[in-house]
């Protein structure tokens, strides 16, 4: 008796959609040349083991291309058949930020051309559809807000003091690790945190990092935009309305009490469970924001954690390499 074939596993990729400007303002990408398939393309590549497609697409492009990048909105998800199988492909739109391509063992050339002339150049029909995303002019490239809710913090009532002087737990000190190994990708240039003690202790791994102040921001927090929604949300309209939002971006710690109720006077729906419109913020959890109220392109970040379809083994240490921030 003859057994069907088991199917191929899924091959989990990631890539990046790199833009510049010309001085004259033309919109530019880069493409890649493979010798060992003799294409151009986007530059991308396989997730390594325990590898977040995030922590893979910055790698990949950093390996093929040497280019420093500050990581924008996620772009488009592909998905084809490779000769080992189906694959899948996770894209992220990067502003190229610095650094000289070199030669290596998988890209010969790397060449800048506008968006008409890629369109006409790169090989595959899968990655002129991450081309068409990145000509997008409807929302951002960039993000302008990472709004994140503070890390684990052990349970209310087993804390005896003032409960904004409740501290991360040994779960949520990870995560703030976590946060500060990848958040510099997206090129921070200011940190801001509710009062409480768990919101702050959250986002000081990153702020160390990046070398920056952790500002206050009272109407962020749980009690503040109880008290004048209004306010907060103001806070919000003004992040996100910066008149240079490919300068950086901004970074607040908040509260699960505060960022759904944010999330839903912006305009952002959820849909990722059945009748569900409630935004999630799990604790440690990312919303990458950019556009304007009613116009706005968010991106949901549950966590950094490994791709379930990543090859198992141990987990990569290196997110590649980010642009400088001042």
């Not at 990046?16 to 060992?36: F, Q, S, Y």
């Amino acid at each position: 008796m003859s057994t069907l074939p088991e199917p191929a596993p899924l091959i989990p990729a990631a890539g990046g959609a790199l833009w510049r400007r010309r001085p004259d303002g033309t919109l530019e990408t880069a493409l890649v040349h493979r010798p060992k398939y003799d294409d151009w393309s986007l530059p991308k590549g396989k997730l390594d083991p325990g590898e977040h497609p995030l922590l893979a697409a910055v790698r990949e492009v950093d390996e093929e291309t040497g280019l420093r990048t500050v990581v924008g909105r996620r772009s488009v998800q592909t998905r084809y058949e490779h000769r080992q199988g189906p694959k899948r492909v996770d894209y992220w739109v990067m502003r190229a930020a610095g650094g000289d391509f070199v030669p290596n063992d998988e890209v010969d050339e790397l060449r800048w051309l506008s968006l008409p002339d890629a369109d006409r150049l790169v090989s595959h029909d899968h990655d002129r559809a991450v081309l068409h995303d990145l000509a997008r002019t409807d929302v951002p490239r960039m993000p302008q807000l990472l709004l994140v809710r503070h890390a684990s913090a052990g349970e209310r009532g087993d804390w005896d003091g003032p409960d904004d002087e409740r501290p991360l737990d040994r779960r949520g000190r990870g995560q703030a690790a976590a946060l500060a190994a990848v958040l510099p990708a997206f090129g921070p240039v200011r940190v801001l945190a509710a009062p409480p003690v768990r919101c702050r202790e959250t986002v000081t791994p990153l702020a160390e990092e990046l070398g920056l102040p952790v500002g206050e921001v009272p109407e962020l927090g749980e009690d503040g935009f109880e008290a004048d929604p209004e306010a907060g949300l103001a806070v919000v309209e003004r992040l996100l309305t910066t008149d240079a939002p490919d300068d950086g971006v901004t970074v607040v710690c908040s509260q699960g009490g505060a960022i759904p109720s944010v999330l839903l006077s912006l305009g952002v729906r959820w849909h990722g469970t059945a009748g569900a419109l409630w935004p999630p913020a799990a604790k440690g959890s990312v919303w990458a924001l950019s556009g304007r109220p009613g116009a706005l392109a968010a991106d949901y970040y549950r966590d950094f954690t490994a791709d379930p379809a990543a090859p198992s083994g141990r987990a990569t240490g290196t997110a590649g390499r980010v642009a400088a921030t001042s």
